[in-house]
């Protein structure tokens, strides 16, 4: 059964302390990795996609890099702003949800 | 404005009413789909739609039905809601089955 595992499940960061997010899968054949942020009781909200082992994108203060095995969502210098669930989600035949890195960024 | 509009948005009903949630799309998308939100679950991918007419399971489609009769619209049936489908649903679209997706606002569903 392919497994996507996100770490840590909570992050607490202080504003302008930079982090990372881990997605781990266990998927052969990745056909795409997503990058989602949710704030509480919405959707959703897309962010990256990446295809290929050494891939990056970035956005603002966030950036996105893929290994075979692993997904990292950089945060540079986060601001309160910043604070959500951040979800990742691995395509191979059927799409599999992360259940997600909550990330609080106090000022 | 390209967005997924969700409706209602909040409903609280009774075991064995049956109901419907409607999902709307601007973005002549062909690709749909429905999630529930459960905590320490995550999101779990209920039924979702490649095109007019075509539907397929997901992961958890027990309990639910499914119709896309038009591009834009695809409506999640409840035929005999019980408690255990409280939950947050997202509709969601998707250019395509190996794209990005843009989820609607939520509804948040009480069965008692």
């Known amino acids: 059964e392919d497994q996507v595992t996100q770490s840590p499940e909570a992050l607490r960061l202080q504003e302008g302390e930079s982090s990372s997010l881990n997605c781990s899968y266990t998927?052969?054949?990745?056909?795409?990795l997503f990058w989602y942020r949710q704030d509480p009781g919405k959707g959703p909200e897309f962010l990256f996609t990446?295809?290929?082992a050494g891939e990056e994108k970035e956005k603002e203060r966030l950036k996105a890099t893929l290994t075979k095995k692993e997904s990292f969502l950089h945060i540079t210098a986060p601001k309160p702003e910043d604070s959500a669930t951040y979800l990742c989600v691995t395509r191979y035949s059927t799409l599999t949800f992360g259940k997600g890195t909550m990330l609080l960024v106090s000022p | 404005e390209a967005q997924v509009t969700q409706n209602p948005r909040y409903l609280i009903t009774v075991t064995g009413k049956k109901l419907t949630v409607t999902c709307s799309q601007n973005?002549?998308?062909?690709?749909m789909s429905w999630y529930r939100q459960d905590p320490g679950l995550g999101l779990r991918q209920i039924y979702y739609s490649m095109n007019v007419e075509v539907t397929d399971k997901g992961d958890v489609p027990e309990g639910y039905k499914v119709s896309r009769k038009e591009k834009r619209n695809f409506p999640l049936i409840l035929e005999s809601p019980s408690p255990n489908q409280t939950s947050l649903y997202f509709c969601?679209?998707?250019?395509?089955?190996?794209?990005?997706?843009?989820f609607g606002p939520g509804t948040r569903l009480t069965v008692t």
């Open positions: 990446l295809y290929s």
């Open positions: 973005m002549n998308h062909e690709y």
């Open positions: 969601a679209s998707s250019p395509g089955t190996g794209a990005e997706q843009y």
């Open positions: 998927v052969s054949g990745l056909r795409g």
